[in-house]
C-alpha cells in the first residue's frame, strides 16, 4: 500500500543528544514537510523540499536540519541547539501539481528527559 | 507577513449545524485545505478549495471566498465522533503549506 511511514513513533532522548526522524513515502510525491505540533496547538512548519537535494526553512527551522538526497526520503535531525524539543512531529508528502491532498505520517512523539 | 485564524473552541449539539470560519493572509495562494484531527493522531483530510464557491461531500462542505480571505467549514448532522480538532491550512506560493492553529469542536449529547 502506498502511503507514509514514520519512524519511531515514540522517542526519548536525553538533553544535548541529537536525535534523527525517519519520514519515507512511496507515493512518488515531489514535495515532502516537517511538522511540530505541541499539546492542543496547531502545526507549525519546520521545513519543507519541493525536489531532490533542495530544501527551505518553514516558520520554526532554528534547531532541526534536514536533508532530501532521495525522492522518497526526508529525515529530520533534532539538535541539541532546539530549545524545547519536546513534542508530536508529523511528516507529510504532497504531489507537486496543482491539486491534490496533503498526505500525513502517523507521527513521532519525541520526549526529552 | 501570513496569518491564519480560526476560532479557538466551539460548541455544538448532536444532530446540529456547525459552521467553523477560517481567515488567511498569506504571500500567495494555490489553494485551502482542512483537516480533521483527533486527539494523539495525525490530522486526515476532508477537502481542498482553489475556486471560489461551496464544495459539498457529504455531512461536510467548504466554502471559500478568494478575495475575503476566507474560508468555512460546514458540518451537518453532527455526531459525537465528530468531536475533535479542525485545521484550516493555506497553500501558499512556492509550495509552502502552513496552518491555523485549529478550533477545537466538542459535541454534547
Known amino acids: 500500500d502506498g502511503g507514509i511511514t514514520q519512524s519511531p513513533k515514540y522517542l526519548f532522548r536525553k538533553e544535548g543528544q541529537n536525535v534523527t526522524l525517519s519520514c519515507e513515502q512511496n507515493?512518488?510525491?515531489?514535495?515532502m514537510y516537517w511538522y511540530r505540533q505541541d499539546p492542543g496547538q496547531g502545526l507549525r512548519l519546520i521545513y519543507y523540499?519541493?525536489?531532490?537535494?533542495?530544501?527551505q526553512k518553514g516558520d520554526i527551522a532554528e534547531g532541526y536540519s534536514v536533508s532530501r538526497e532521495k525522492k522518497e526520503s526526508f529525515p529530520l535531525t533534532v539538535t541539541s541547539a532546539q530549545k524545547n524539543p519536546t513534542a508530536f512531529y508529523l511528516c507529510?508528502?504532497?504531489?507537486?501539481?496543482?491539486?491534490?491532498?496533503?498526505?500525513f505520517g502517523e507521527g513521532s512523539r519525541l520526549t526529552v528527559l | 507577513g501570513q496569518n491564519i485564524d480560526q476560532p479557538t473552541e466551539m460548541t455544538a449539539t448532536e444532530g446540529a449545524i456547525v459552521q467553523i470560519n477560517c481567515t488567511y493572509q498569506?504571500?500567495?495562494?494555490?489553494?485551502l485545505f482542512w483537516y480533521q484531527q483527533h486527539a494523539g493522531e495525525a490530522p486526515t483530510f476532508l477537502s481542498y478549495?482553489?475556486?471560489?464557491g461551496l464544495e459539498e461531500k457529504g455531512r461536510f462542505s467548504s466554502f471559500l471566498s478568494r478575495s475575503k480571505g476566507y474560508s468555512y467549514l460546514l458540518l451537518k448532522e453532527l455526531q459525537m465522533k465528530d468531536s475533535a480538532s479542525y485545521l484550516c491550512?493555506?497553500?501558499?506560493?512556492?509550495?509552502?503549506?502552513?496552518f491555523g492553529s485549529g478550533t477545537r469542536l466538542s459535541i454534547r449529547p
Open positions: 507529510a508528502s504532497k504531489w507537486g501539481g496543482v491539486t491534490g491532498e496533503l498526505f
Open positions: 507515493l512518488n510525491h515531489d514535495a
Open positions: 523540499s519541493q525536489i531532490v537535494n533542495d530544501f
Open positions: 498569506t504571500s500567495g495562494f494555490n489553494g
Open positions: 478549495n482553489v475556486l471560489d
Open positions: 491550512a493555506v497553500w501558499s506560493s512556492a509550495s509552502k503549506i502552513i
